[in-house]
């Protein structure tokens, strides 16, 4: 189980690096009129969403991945923490959200990846190693 749970963390980081270079890729991928589209995300936010905002979060996220890899107890608070913003706060104050086919798909991933790891860090016998790295 424990080799699972690591497996599953190292995929969510490597999800989550990703997602946050994504939009790097995106002349790539998409079409100049799909680009203008996700070029809307954040529009009428009520927090700035470019400069050091879009580096800190998706860096205290591989912060928080590499935290629950080795069990150490800051990194399952770090990790429960974020996703708790992102489902509160995230949704009344990053304005509008544009998505396009690949972009919602890794989203979609990266969202049952972290009910997996959650529901495993808190409710399975794993939740101990988090304890006993403590002691």
């Known amino acids: 189980m424990v080799k699972i749970y690591k497996n599953t963390v190292l995929l969510m980081a490597i999800t989550y690096t990703l997602f946050s270079f994504l939009p790097y890729l995106w002349p790539y991928i998409y079409s100049v009129e799909t680009q203008t589209f996700l070029n809307l995300s954040g529009l009428d936010s009520q927090v700035e969403l470019s400069g050091l905002l879009s580096f800190l979060i998706p860096a205290l996220y591989i912060i928080s991945c590499i935290g629950l890899y080795h069990f150490h107890p800051l990194g399952r608070t770090v990790f429960t923490v974020l996703i708790f913003i992102n ?6 104050f990053l304005g509008f959200s544009a998505t396009a086919y690949l972009d919602t798909s890794i ?12 529901m495993v860090i808190y ?8 304890k006993v790295s403590n002691a």
Not at 87 to 92: I, K, N, P, Q, R
């Open 123 to 130: 409710l399975t016998e794993i939740s101990k190693e988090f």
């Open 87 to 92: 489902l509160t706060l995230g949704s009344f």
């Open 107 to 118: 989203g979609y991933l990266l969202s049952l990846l972290e009910g997996g790891v959650l």
